[in-house]
């Protein structure tokens, strides 16, 4: 393997310094609002089948909505959107904060404040999905991508004090410092100087005969006849597709299930997926300073992809210990797929189409999660916890084989392409 990084173009340059430590900002005042809102609703609901409600409520916009925002967002500023959305949410979780201060909740209302919350989000990740590559200087994505998903993972470093601090002080005050690290980053995302060159491209291929309503459901349809044109991307997608959906019931399943299983089943569950972060930082450092060869990377994500779907299926059945160290190598693998598909999709797909592109295929992710949401509600009604997320985790690496192994000539191109 070869060192990373580039010494004529530096990847530390102003705009990306800023977008890292805004994202940093919003990060941990997510993680440490996050965990706790959903604490919050299995105390009060103590029910899975309600857990999942919960979640789905907050996932169902982002089935919608990325189909539209990349629509849009190939045809306006990204960088406008990503810090006026910011600034929303800032306005969302204060106001939530004030709310809850009063002593007064209604799950109908949460569950709506969880949806509009699901809307603003999936806007903000196609926005900065696509306007990220945008900073990122010549030969660096894979850097630039291992750092990003290194952050992602030290944010959720709050899991823990966001246990602590909900069972100390509520929920509530963990939404205004939320608030805070939201208007703060939004604040750093104006300084931005980044010229958005996409947006000249797009103003020269405009129809200005059509309105507005039109020229969106026609870039909505050129987003998906430009995934179904190419056939890596189209095999990327389905098969990350089939892994949100076993994602999804994970994420129903498996705080619930260490709550009921152990004393303090939430520290456990903290434990045993802390390992899982300490593998994705690791690994992620390791990405930062070493480069995977161009052509071996198709063949690392493949077995990687159905190596953390095993490991995942099967880790529930072990002891403490053997948990750990299995989610600490899901972790390492997580990073190493992350790093791979990420760097190589957004280096592979031009700028002007970056917004559509990420639309449908967060459209397709989010489908699958939701799906696989309501899917763990209404199995773990009728089979154990257990066995339906091995089930699920055996039905994923069957999903690589046949989506990324079947697809080989086609997704290698893209994975095995010089950045």
């Known amino acids: ?108 209302l949460f569950a709506v404040y969880c949806f509009i919350l699901g809307s603003i989000q999936s806007t903000y990740m196609v926005a900065y999905q696509s306007f990220y590559p945008l900073l990122i200087s010549e030969g660096n994505f894979q850097k630039a991508y291992s750092i990003a998903s290194v952050l992602e993972t030290l944010s959720a470093v709050m899991v823990p004090v966001s246990a602590f601090l909900y069972r100390q002080i509520g929920l509530s005050p963990l939404l205004a410092i939320n608030s805070l690290c939201f208007f703060i980053a939004a604040v750093m995302e104006t300084r931005i ?139 390492v693998g997580g990073i190493t797929s992350y790093t791979i598909r990420i760097s190589a999709t957004q280096s592979y797909v031009p700028d002007e189409r970056k917004g559509r592109f990420n639309g449908a295929f967060n459209m397709l992710s989010t489908a699958g999660a939701l799906v696989g949401e309501v899917l763990a509600g209404s199995l773990t009604l009728i089979m154990s916890e257990r066995v339906v997320l091995l089930v699920a985790m055996l039905l994923c690496a069957l999903a690589a084989v046949v989506f990324i192994g079947g697809g080989k000539e086609h997704v290698s191109y893209i994975y095995n392409r010089t950045q």
């Open 193 to 331: 100087r980044a010229d958005e060159e996409y947006l000249l491209t797009q103003k020269e291929t405009r129809d200005t005969e059509l309105k507005a309503s039109r020229q969106m459901l026609r870039d909505i349809r050129e987003g998906f006849a430009y995934l179904r044109s190419e056939k890596g991307l189209m095999a990327i997608a389905l098969y990350f597709a089939c892994s949100a959906v076993c994602g999804g019931i994970s994420t129903v399943i498996v705080l619930p299930w260490f709550k009921a299983a152990y004393d303090n089943g939430e520290y456990m569950y903290m434990l045993v997926w802390g390992m899982a972060l300490v593998g994705r930082a690791l690994g992620g450092l390791v990405h930062y300073r070493v480069k995977i060869p161009p052509e071996h990377r198709y063949q690392i994500a493949l077995a990687v992809y159905i190596v953390i779907s095993i490991l995942e299926g099967v880790y529930l059945f072990t002891p403490i210990p053997m948990m750990m160290v299995m989610c600490f190598l899901v972790g």
């Open 1 to 108: 393997m070869k060192e990373a990084g580039n010494l004529s173009h530096p990847l530390w340059t102003r705009d990306f310094t800023i977008i890292t430590l805004g994202s940093v900002v919003s990060m941990l005042g997510n993680a440490l609002s996050g965990f706790a809102m959903s604490l919050m609703v299995l105390d009060i609901s103590k029910s899975t089948l309600l857990y999942a409600i919960y979640i789905a409520m907050y996932t169902l916009p982002q089935l919608i909505m990325p189909i539209f925002s990349g629509a849009i967002l190939d045809r306006f500023s990204r960088k406008k959107t990503i810090y006026t959305l910011d600034f929303l949410s800032a306005f969302l979780y204060a106001l939530m904060a004030a709310i809850l201060g009063t002593g007064w909740f209604s799950f109908p």
